[in-house]
């Protein structure tokens, strides 16, 4: 087997396996003993950040299988007893729905777009994860937490979605509409 042949096929299977690592890592982050105020109380948003900013550039890289599994995950690590397993996983998936369904407009779109788009998307999930856990355990929930999370993390964002979105410039969606389709086999574009 030629050595090109054996990087082309690492090179595959990293770009298939990055955004799942990336979850994946995010999700343990979360357990993380940082001593920074607010930024450790933040961690569980990470997640949702690195599922929008993979559902822009490669949704196919994150199958609702994938994003169920880490979002189980999340709940197990982070609830305690009776807490709801299952509400993280459901967000993941409507977060990564809404991605698709809007990546027209999300896509190639100036950053203050993007950003705006995942305020949305994160204020939708802060919600979506009290209400149901308000609704589990019965109780009233101070709502304060969660929207002290939700604000690090939309701070958060213009410092780690450049980080995620290095795998864009190959998203089809990026090239000019006049110059899509028009390159010759083997043809590189600058």
């Known amino acids: 087997m030629r050595a090109d042949g054996v990087l082309a096929t690492l090179d595959r299977w990293g770009r298939l396996l990055l955004p799942g690592t990336i979850l994946l890592f995010f999700v343990l982050m979360t ?64 977060i990564r729905a809404a991605v698709v369904a809007n990546r027209r407009y999300l896509v190639g779109v100036p950053f203050i777009f993007q950003w705006l788009g995942f305020c949305l998307l994160c204020f939708g999930y802060v919600f979506l994860v009290w209400f149901f856990t308000t609704i589990w355990t019965w109780t009233d929930i101070d709502a304060g937490p969660a929207l002290a999370q939700y604000v690090v993390v939309v701070v958060a964002y213009p410092l780690l979605a450049p980080l995620l979105a290095r795998v864009r410039p190959r998203d089809p969606l990026n090239v000019p509409e006049a110059s899509r389709g028009t390159a010759q086999p083997g043809e590189t574009t600058p």
């Open 31 to 94: 357990l993380a003993p940082l001593r920074v105020p607010y930024i450790a109380d933040s961690l569980p948003l990470l997640p949702a950040l690195a599922v929008f900013q993979f559902s822009l550039a490669t949704p196919e890289r994150l199958p609702g299988p994938l994003l169920l599994a880490m979002g189980v995950l999340l709940d197990l690590l982070l609830g305690g007893p009776g807490a709801p397993v299952g509400v993280s996983a459901l967000g993941f998936v409507l």
